[in-house]
């Protein structure tokens, strides 16, 4: 258990000595993370097994709470009603209200105002709470010992902390340690070299475990895979031959000033698990990672229907039909047959959020419209939210519009 009453900087450097000490000759990361001690009283902590497959003894009153993460574990908290013991956070998008303007041909501006994570609408605490880690800076374990969490719930492959390869992340979860905290880590989809779904159902019950509410964890669970199984029964017989070229398209204005069209999303992301495994098409693009491509790659590569992501700002399907910028891939089938779509505005969700489903429905629909025509899009997102987060309907449209999906009711999608 942290120390109450000793300054974060004391303790901070208390660790930073007993780290070195550790370095010569330390333990795989997590086989003594329990922040307990191995006499821990059964009657105050209870044990949790996180991702790693390490046992990590947390109090069974949680009230102060360090996150890290891109939003799926702020948001689990917030379904199991345990959001106002966050005490600080590891990602700066969930601080942020983001606005975008893109051309057109003709001149006008398409404009995009006061977009944001689910859970930054539903908690605006959060904007105001420490941040403890942001992408490409690492943790600010000075300000996290301050804080004096009770407990550290990290998520690796969220922006924040991208791998469990990475010898930074093992540093991190071995210094949080040291400061004798208990540290949870939750392993996101791209720890994986197959993500699949039940990564992200187990990581939900963990963090039910934590706060010892494992049956609502287990029907939010539930819930998400029950809307991507209705997808999957819908188009599982389709034959191959038929199978449309699906492609995720990131068209960021950084790739364009760098003399590319944009980035694309390849067959070892969970987007093309979506793609193939849950909506039986194919990934249009056949190579791992998430490079950038030229007008003339993308040109040959000639999707059936293209999805446009989060990249650098939000990209509506507008976008890619009349900003000038994109006229030299005009003749892309995708664009000729207005086949283009867009995922809700979902900034730093390097790991997937509890909206995954909404991704999942999104590219359903643009990919075999006459097989979801009775599912109405902006309805159907309503029900999504209200279901998960429990909030009206009022609450459920403003959810709508913060994540910049109106465009389906207009639509008429």
Not at 4 to 18: P, Y
Request: glycine share 10%; net charge negative; proline share 5%.
């Amino acid at each position: 258990m942290p120390v109450r009453g000793v300054s974060g900087r004391m303790i901070f450097i208390l660790a930073l000595m007993v780290l070195l000490v550790l370095s010569t000759g330390c333990t795989e990361v997590g086989q003594s993370g329990d922040g307990a001690g191995s006499g821990a009283d059964t009657t105050k902590y209870r044990t949790v097994v996180d991702s790693r497959g390490v046992a990590v003894q947390v109090p069974m009153k949680i009230e102060r709470v360090v996150t890290v993460s891109d939003g799926l574990i702020e948001s689990t908290m917030f379904v199991l009603g345990e959001e106002e013991k966050i005490v600080g956070i590891g990602s700066s998008c969930l601080q942020r209200i983001f606005n975008y303007t893109y051309p057109t041909v003709g001149g006008e501006a398409y404009e995009y105002r006061d977009g944001m994570t689910p859970v930054t609408y539903l908690s605006p605490r959060l904007r105001e709470l420490p941040l403890v880690g942001k992408s490409g800076a690492g943790i600010n374990y000075e300000t996290l010992a301050g804080l004096d969490p009770d407990v550290v719930i990290l998520r690796v492959g969220s922006c924040t902390l991208r791998s469990m390869e990475d010898e930074g992340v093992q540093k991190t979860i071995q210094t949080i340690e040291t400061l004798g905290i208990p540290v949870v880590v939750l392993k996101g989809p791209p720890c994986f070299d197959e993500p699949n779904l039940s990564t992200i159902s187990d990581e939900i019950q963990i963090l039910g475990t934590v706060f010892g509410k494992e049956k609502r964890a287990g029907e939010l669970a539930d819930y998400l895979e029950s809307q991507t199984k209705v997808v999957f029964e819908r188009t599982k017989d389709i034959p191959e031959a038929e199978k449309l070229n699906v492609l995720v398209f990131g068209a960021s204005p950084t790739a364009r000033s760098a003399g590319a069209v944009g980035s694309v999303t390849g067959i070892d992301k969970i987007e093309s698990y979506f793609i193939e495994e849950l909506i039986h098409a194919k990934n249009a693009y056949r190579n791992t990672g998430s490079p950038t491509l030229s007008a003339e790659q993308l040109l040959a590569l000639d999707p059936d229907v293209i999805v446009l992501g989060t990249a650098n700002g939000y990209h509506p399907p507008e976008e890619l039909y009349s900003a000038p910028y994109y006229q030299n891939v005009g003749e892309l089938s995708a664009i000729k047959n207005r086949r283009v779509s867009s995922f809700p505005w979902e900034p730093c969700n390097c790991a997937k959020r509890l909206e995954y489903p909404i991704n999942v429905m999104v590219i359903a629909k643009a990919a075999y419209p006459e097989l979801f025509e009775d599912i109405d899009l902006g309805e159907w997102l309503l029900d999504f939210y209200k279901n998960v987060y429990g909030v009206d309907d009022d609450t459920a449209k403003a959810l709508r519009s913060a994540q910049w999906m109106d465009w389906c009711m207009e639509e008429g999608q």
